[in-house]
Every structure is written in C-alpha cells, then in structure tokens.
C-alpha cells in the first residue's frame, strides 16, 4: 500500500517543481521582519485516498498527490487564516470580472481607526492570489481539479515589523 511517507511519483514532482516557480511571488519567512498570513477554501477538506493518484470511482477524488500540493503552498506562512479585493478568489473568477459578492476568501484589515489612529503597528506590503491552474495536475478539467486541490485560490498577504 502506498503512503505519503514514501518518495513521491515522477509526476508529482514535476508538479511541485511547476507550483515551486510559481510560488517564488510570495516572499520568503523572515524572522523579526515580516508576518505571511494566508488563507485558503480548501474545497471538502478533510480525508483523501490513500494512494498517489486518485482513478475514476475512487471517493474522495483528493489524493496524495494533491495533499503534498496543498501542503507545499500552505508550508510558506507563517499563519494560516481561517476563510482581497480584486484578488481572483475563484477558478470561476478573474481580474477583469472579480467575484466581489462572496466574502469566504478574505483577510481583512483596517488601517486606520475613525479617529485616524492606525489599528496595526505592521505595515501592509504585498498580497496575491496564485493561480494553480494549468501548473498543477495539468491534465485535469477544471471541475476534477477543484475536486483533487480546491476551488479557490490560496490567498496571502505580507506585512512588514519593523
């Protein structure tokens, strides 16, 4: 039987190699100077098939394959928060046409109180929303890919300590 402790398959790999490069946008954990939190819809988490890649019939359709994917993302903050404006959330979502009426991927911060006193001491730096699609598990539809990893993006933001 097959387990996640083992060496991953040549596919898998290739993968995570792909989801690597595309990942480098977010920036690196460093200590005293910065705080990376993020967040992530993680569609039906929470059992997988255990074997490295699912097959028609197998239920659920999240494998170990998918598993390592999600963790190589989450591995990069040092928080992960719990559920960005014109951020892509979805794969049903884009820059251009935003899906801007469902609030279930946010990390929301506010600035500055009403009487202009700042709430945080961290300043904001940067946030995105990688787009696996097409990077990952490239042979899937999109349908079967919300399936094997998510639905939504992994959303971060980056802010500064010092």
Not at 94 to 112: G, Y
């Amino acid at each position: 039987m097959a387990t996640i402790l083992g060496p991953p398959p040549q596919a898998v790999r290739d993968d995570l190699g792909r989801l690597n490069t595309l990942l480098k946008v977010v920036p690196p954990k460093t200590a005293g100077d910065n705080l990376l939190i993020g967040t992530w819809n993680i569609r039906s988490f929470g059992s997988l098939t255990e074997k490295w890649e699912s097959e028609d019939g197998d239920s659920p359709r999240r494998d170990f394959h998918a598993a390592v994917l999600i963790v190589a993302v989450l591995e990069r903050f040092d928080v992960i928060a719990p559920g960005l404006e014109k951020v892509p959330r979805t794969l049903c979502s884009s820059v251009e046409k935003p899906d801007l009426a469902s609030f279930f991927d946010q990390i929301a911060w506010f600035e500055r109180r009403k009487d202009g006193k700042p709430y945080l001491s961290s300043a904001f730096r940067q946030a995105a929303g990688p787009n696996f699609q097409g990077v990952v598990l490239q042979n899937l539809p999109r349908i079967q890919l919300s399936w094997r990893i998510s639905d939504h993006y992994p959303l971060w933001v980056e802010f500064g300590l010092n």
